[in-house]
């Protein structure tokens, strides 16, 4: 036999906005237990996205150092082989027949000592590049341990903030959720939507003066009479917050 399911009654709009009230309350809260971190997690990203470059920096530099040691060394084979050639070219020349060999065979000795003194100019270059990159990984890695330091600082000091308020601001999240089930998704997706874009995160503000809490425009006399009589949700026309009656937000707050 299928159980029944149980229906609640829908808040009425007085219920319902002084529940976004009070999530309104219990948000202030987050923010405000947030911005006692303020931009330590910003920076705390930043460091490790610097150093995480500042080691791909170094990887590249070992990765070219290890081309040009290989370049070294082509260019130091090709001087044995262009040696070699020449010491076979100078056994020749003791068995030249007529003068025609023997400038050939001059000339390949000389072009032979070009091309070894051309390979020892290349060995130079490359060598003072591999000076200069291992030079600046070193300064890479001197680098790398200042800003580790200073990561290690920035997070000490966040991890004791978190710490010192993961506990409460985990209570307030749940309650926050909590109090999410009691408000339409409509209204919620509203409400969350001016939080987003409001500089002070309210989204919903009591009449204060005859004046919208958040923006302090005048609100009309009209408008002010709907507002008391709980009947509906109404947004100021000037910076689209949810208005409440001050009187609903009496006793409501974050604390449990």
Known sequence: MATE?????PLSVEERLKKLYELQTILS??????????????????LE???????????????EIEDLNAQRVAQGNKIEN??????????????VRNNHEFDNLTK???????????AEKIIGDL?????????????????IADQLHIL??????????????????????????????????RTLQAFKRIRKNARNGLGIVAVDRNACGGCFNRIPPQRQIEI????????????????????????????E
């Open 5 to 9: 399911k149980k229906t609640e009654a």
């Open 29 to 46: 809260e987050i923010d405000r237990i947030r911005n006692i971190r303020g931009e330590l997690p910003n920076e705390v990203k930043d």
């Open 49 to 63: 996205d610097t150093l995480a470059g500042l080691n791909t920096r170094i990887e590249n530099y070992r990765h």
């Open 82 to 95: 262009k040696q070699m050639l020449i010491a076979r070219y100078k056994e020749q020349l003791d068995n």
């Open 108 to 118: 390949e000795i000389e072009y032979e000592s070009l091309q070894i003194t051309l």
């Open 127 to 143: 060598g003072r590049t591999i000076e200069a990159r291992e030079n600046e990984i070193k300064a890479t890695e001197e680098k």
């Open 152 to 185: 290690g600082e920035k997070k000490a000091d966040l991890d004791n903030i978190i710490s010192e308020t993961r506990q409460e601001e985990e209570n307030l999240i749940a309650r926050s959720k909590a109090l999410e089930a009691f408000v339409d998704e």
């Open 228 to 255: 008391k009589m709980h009947k509906k949700v109404i947004v100021c026309e000037y910076c689209g917050r949810i208005m409440i009656d001050p009187d609903l937000t009496v006793g409501i707050g974050a604390e």
